[in-house]
Nanobody
Framework: QVQLVDSGGGLVQAGGSLRLSCVAS????????MGWFRQAPGKEREFVSA????????AYVESVKGRFTISRANAKNTVYLQMNSLKPEDTAVYYC???????????????????WGEGTLVTVSS
């Protein structure tokens, strides 16, 4: 399995921006569909976004559409999540994740993913 290290979280005021990064190692990065999930205190982990192996297809949960952008740089073994216009309800631990096979959709549940980063905390103050 691919190993993932995510970073970039922090404390930001509502309306601000952060960019999360996730660096992969151990396998050929371009063979993996990559995703971001988040888990707020007391809530289940939820899908945020995913991107195809080549980066030409993306998917977003409705609540972040128009504010978050997922991208990847296969030459750098890195996937990014640019988060703009952040809201207090975006506060969560954000996890990057990898999936080896395409299932016909880019909307995933946590159980669909094969590898996980350790998470990076994003706190948005009001």
């Amino acid at each position: 399995q691919v190993q993932l290290v995510d970073s970039g979280g922090g404390l930001v005021q509502a309306g601000g921006s952060l960019r999360l990064s996730c660096v992969a190692s151990g396998r050929t990065f371009s063979n993996y569909i990559m995703g971001w999930f988040r888990q707020a205190p007391g809530k289940e982990r939820e899908f945020v976004s995913a991107i195809s192996r080549s980066g030409d297809r993306t998917a977003y949960v409705e609540s972040v559409k128009g504010r978050f952008t997922i991208s990847r740089a296969n030459a750098k073994n890195t996937v990014y999540l640019q988060m703009n216009s952040l809201k207090p309800e975006d506060t969560a631990v954000y996890y990057c994740a990898a999936r080896g096979g395409y299932s016909g959709t880019y909307y995933y549940t946590p159980g669909d993913m094969d590898s996980w980063g350790e998470g990076t905390l994003v706190t948005v103050s009001s």
